[in-house]
Antibody, heavy 122, light 107 residues
């Protein structure tokens, strides 16, 4: 079955960087895109960006432009999200998620990782 | 960016009630609208994609409708396991924005 296994919780100081990994199994890695979504404590879902499994193209929400890098390692079926210049309001659970696409229905997220809590302390 | 506005932000309902949640897009998104359910401490779970297509394994009491800018998620007979927070998401254009969520609580 499809699984997305994320790396463990992180505690970082303000100004530092964090890298979260997301290892996929149970499907052909290159055939799907990976989105990253975060959720601050008690808040809603926030779409951060997306990376194509086919060609590595990326797209980010404007607020994360220049501060986030998304990559994939097809040899290990792992996606990575790096967020730099961390601030206290970056404290959140970060989810990786598999996107499925069909011509007539567009994109939808059908599998999610369990989330990685990133805590940023000042 | 396309803004997604959900209403209400929360509601109280009883088991067996019919519940309706609305989602409005700031621009037309055709039918590129998905609905997710999230329970505390868990990742979201896909309920509906492309406005009205029921994801495999999701009970038929969940249904979606709408196109353009106005969409609805309906739960026809609320069950105890349906108390959760529901989010809409548009995938018409990037960034693929989510609505603010609707928390369904027990009356």
């Amino acid at each position: 079955q499809v699984q997305l296994v994320q790396s463990g919780a992180e505690v970082k100081k303000a100004g530092a960087s964090v890298r979260v990994s997301c290892k996929a199994s149970g499907h052909t890695f290159r055939s799907y895109d990976i989105s990253w979504v975060r959720q601050a404590p008690g808040q809603g879902l926030e779409w951060m960006g997306w990376i194509s499994g086919t060609n590595g193209n990326t797209n980010f929400a404007q607020k994360f432009q220049g501060r986030v890098t998304l990559t994939t390692d097809t040899s290990t079926n792992t996606a990575y999200m790096e967020l730099r210049s961390l601030r206290s309001d970056d404290t959140a659970v970060y989810y990786c998620a598999r996107e499925t696409y069909h011509d007539t229905v567009g994109f939808y997220i059908d599998y999610w990782g369990r989330g990685t809590l990133v805590t940023v302390s000042s | 960016d396309i803004q997604m506005t959900q209403s209400p932000s929360s509601l109280s309902a009883s088991v067996g009630d019919r519940v309706t949640i609305t989602c409005r897009a700031s621009h037309s998104i055709s039918s590129y609208l998905n609905w997710y359910q999230q329970k505390p401490g868990k990742a979201p779970n896909l309920l509906i994609y492309a406005a009205f297509s029921l994801q495999s394994g999701v009970p038929s009491r969940f249904s979606g409708s709408g196109s353009g800018t106005d969409f609805t998620l309906t739960i026809t007979s609320l069950q105890p396991e349906d108390f959760a927070t529901y989010y809409c998401q548009q995938t018409y254009s990037a960034p693929r924005t989510f609505g603010g969520g609707t928390k369904v609580e027990i009356k």
